[in-house]
């Protein structure tokens, strides 16, 4: 039996296992790249989320047909349904490994700050400092945009230097202009947020 027969007679096998499990992976990559647009349009890149987009509705619809012409078949829900939350999962993984955009982290210091500003600054990070006044008495409130792929060695110094600082993290859309860390150098860009750098 060739692959259309085994199709065309609508054998058992395929139509309670095989196309219930395509019906499954076909819903992990349409949601996984649903995903993905929704973020990519977020964070205006404006050329990747038609691509995106063009598969998502390619695969839904292919989905979709096969549920439409099994519908007394209760599999091909659960499978749907299935596929789904796993794409949504998967999604969010793959955002995470992919680490696309910057981020603008806040720290709120009430100790001492130079050796954690001084180690900050020797790791290429941007850093705007304000004084300001907090519930306790004198803080410090240090910005930083960071690459979301930084996020990481930028909390682990803080952790290092002063672990029980506040600090928020926050998505941002774009950034036209600032000091960001990269591999080799700083990269020096005019960023103001109208305070003051640490000296």
């Given at each position: 039996?060739?692959?259309?027969?085994?199709?065309?007679?609508?054998?058992?096998?395929?139509?309670?296992?095989?196309?219930?499990?395509?019906?499954?992976?076909?819903?992990?990559?349409?949601?996984?790249?649903?995903?993905?647009?929704?973020?990519?349009?977020?964070?205006?890149?404006?050329?990747?989320?038609?691509?995106?987009?063009?598969?998502?509705?390619?695969?839904?619809?292919?989905?979709?047909?096969?549920?439409?012409?099994?519908?007394?078949?209760?599999?091909?829900?659960?499978?749907?349904?299935?596929?789904?939350?796993?794409?949504?999962?998967?999604?969010?993984?793959?955002?995470?490994?992919?680490?696309?955009?910057?981020?603008?982290?806040?720290?709120?210091?009430?100790?001492?700050?130079?050796?954690?500003?001084?180690?900050?600054?020797?790791?290429?990070?941007?850093?705007?400092?304000?004084?300001?006044?907090?519930?306790?008495?004198?803080?410090?409130?240090?910005?930083?945009?960071?690459?979301?792929?930084?996020?990481?060695?930028?909390?682990?110094?803080?952790?290092?230097?002063?672990?029980?600082?506040?600090?928020?993290?926050?998505?941002?859309?774009?950034?036209?202009?600032?000091?960001?860390?990269?591999?080799?150098?700083?990269?020096?860009?005019n960023l103001s947020f109208g305070a003051k750098k640490h000296k």
């Amino acid at each position: 039996m060739n692959i259309l027969n085994f199709l065309a007679n609508d054998a058992p096998i395929f139509t309670w296992v095989v196309l219930p499990v395509l019906i499954f992976i076909a819903r992990i990559f349409d949601q996984s790249v649903g995903t993905l647009r929704m973020i990519f349009v977020a964070k205006g890149l404006k050329n990747l989320a038609p691509v995106f987009a063009f598969f998502e509705a390619f695969i839904w619809l292919v989905a979709i047909s096969q549920i439409f012409a099994h519908l007394s078949n209760p599999m091909c829900y659960v499978a749907y349904a299935g596929g789904y939350a796993m794409g949504n999962y998967v999604g969010m993984l793959l955002d995470e490994r992919l680490s696309i955009g910057n981020v603008i982290i806040r720290v709120i210091l009430s100790v001492d700050t130079h050796d954690l500003i001084d180690k900050l600054k020797e790791a290429n990070y941007g850093l705007t400092i304000l004084d300001a006044e907090g519930g306790m008495g004198k803080v410090k409130v240090v910005f930083s945009i960071v690459k979301r792929k930084h996020v990481k060695d930028f909390i682990a110094i803080l952790n290092e230097f002063s672990p029980n600082s506040f600090y928020t993290i926050e998505e941002i859309r774009s950034v036209s202009q600032g000091v960001f860390r990269t591999n080799s150098r700083r990269q020096f860009m005019n960023l103001s947020f109208g305070a003051k750098k640490h000296k």
